[in-house]
Antibody, heavy 122, light 110 residues
Framework: EVQLVESGGGLVQPGGSLRLSCAASKFTFSSYAMSWVRQAPGKGLEWVSSISGSGGNTYYADSVKGRVTISRDNSKNTLYLQMNSLRAEDTAVYYC???????????????WGQGTLVTVSS | QSVLTQPPSVSAAPGQKVTISCSGSSSNIGNNYVSWYQQLPGTAPKLLIYDNNKRPSGIPDRFSGSKSDTSATLGITGLQTGDEADYYCGTWDSSLSAVVFGGGTKLTVL
């Protein structure tokens, strides 16, 4: 079955940086756009960013635009999220998510990783 | 607050039926597919319904989805204690150019 395993979360000071990774397996990674979705403690889901299968197109939520960069390495079946200028409001569990359709990254997410917690605090 | 509006909580007895609403606008639900996710305590979200009313393999037919105009509804019949979870609706918003989710609904099976 499809597996998505996130890593890279942790405690970081405001203004700091962090790079999250998501190792994917059991599907043709390069054929699918991939996304990051976050969930602040006790709050709902918030879409963060998506990237096309080739990596040539990227999309960002307004709340992170200019501070976050999504990328992927299809040779390693790995998705990344580089987060800079982190703020307290970025504190959340970050999930990587696979879309249900290879032709659409925004229609639905049929597999989610277990999430990695990012805490921004001094 | 969230672009999609869900009731914060719903409750019903075991064996009963419950519905969860998700209200939006023409820029999101009105012209795009809706999906529903179940999030059990301490776990990642799980796809329950996609394309308004389709169930992924392995999802029992106790779960159903529908859409009308700018609103969507998740229905759960034959409630079980294991259904206690948070439920989220999601869709694409053409005006925001973003995937949007509802604020989530906590289901309690009394």
């Amino acid at each position: 079955e499809v597996q998505l395993v996130e890593s890279g979360g942790g405690l970081v000071q405001p203004g700091g940086s962090l790079r999250l990774s998501c190792a994917a397996s059991k599907f043709t990674f390069s054929s699918y756009a991939m996304s990051w979705v976050r969930q602040a403690p006790g709050k709902g889901l918030e879409w963060v960013s998506s990237i096309s299968g080739s990596g040539g197109n990227t999309y960002y939520a307004d709340s992170v635009k200019g501070r976050v960069t999504i990328s992927r390495d299809n040779s390693k079946n790995t998705l990344y999220l580089q987060m800079n200028s982190l703020r307290a409001e970025d504190t959340a569990v970050y999930y990587c998510a696979k879309p249900g359709y290879s032709s659409s990254w925004s229609r639905n997410y049929d597999y989610w990783g277990q999430g990695t917690l990012v805490t921004v605090s001094s | 607050q969230s672009v999609l509006t869900q009731p914060p909580s719903v409750s019903a007895a075991p064996g009963q039926k419950v519905t969860i609403s998700c209200s939006g606008s023409s820029s999101n639900i009105g012209n795009n597919y809706v999906s529903w996710y179940q999030q059990l305590p301490g776990t990642a979200p799980k796809l329950l319904i996609y394309d308004n009313n389709k169930r992924p393999s392995g999802i029992p037919d106790r779960f159903s989805g529908s859409k009308s105009d700018t609103s969507a509804t998740l229905g759960i019949t034959g409630l079980q204690t294991g259904d206690e979870a948070d439920y989220y609706c999601g869709t694409w918003d053409s005006s925001l150019s973003a995937v949007v989710f509802g604020g989530g609904t906590k289901l309690t099976v009394l």
